[in-house]
């Protein structure tokens, strides 16, 4: 199976994994968008994947916003034709110890952890079910099956996501051939 020609939109691509796995698509062939907030990031990002042959285009997008999420998905379409991959892989990892009751950084990372995943479902999913086909990755850790010191919000956040992945590859899968695939690093 080739990859070639695919079009994929991969959140938190202005640096880490994010950047990694779209500099890999690009590589592969596929169009892909880089989508973050850091957009100057994603243009330097962007011009090195043009310049090494590929296709590639930066969106703003702040995951935490639902209207952004469809922003970005119309207008990786309107460019590129399609969608056939999502990288849900924007996250945060604050570390703190529960005690010192920094709320806020909980409330962000359940918001970019959590709700960022859904947002971004919610975007990508009416256009791969109507496609009857798309493959989802949902960005988890080894977080996601072990709970670290010091780490507990964002273990929990990664849990959450992991449960999501299992229940949408059970909900799309069979009915609109959507592969829904978890990936834990460090697991």
């Known amino acids: 199976m080739t990859i070639k020609d695919n079009v994929a939109l991969v959140t938190g691509a202005s640096s880490g994994i994010g950047e990694g796995i779209a500099r890999a698509l690009a590589a592969e062939g596929v169009k892909v968008g880089l989508a973050a907030r850091r957009v100057e990031k994603l243009q330097s990002i962007v011009t090195d994947i043009r310049n090494a042959g590929g296709e590639a285009t930066a969106i703003e997008l702040d995951v935490t916003n639902p209207e952004q999420n469809a922003a970005a998905v119309d207008q990786l379409v309107s460019q590129f034709g399609r969608l056939d991959i999502a990288v849900l892989n924007a996250g945060l990892m604050p570390l703190s110890d529960i005690d010192s009751l920094k709320t806020d950084e909980w409330h962000r990372m359940v918001d970019v952890n959590v709700k960022g995943v859904l947002n971004a479902t919610a975007a990508v999913l009416p256009l791969l ?51 829904v695939t978890c990936i834990q690093p460090g697991a």
């Open 129 to 179: 079910t109507k496609q009857r086909s798309g493959h989802i990755f949902v960005m988890s850790s080894i977080a996601g099956r072990k709970v670290f010191k010091g780490l507990s919000v964002y273990c929990a956040t990664k849990h959450a996501v992991a449960a999501f992945a299992d229940g949408l590859r059970m909900e799309v899968g069979p009915t609109y051939n959507i592969r």
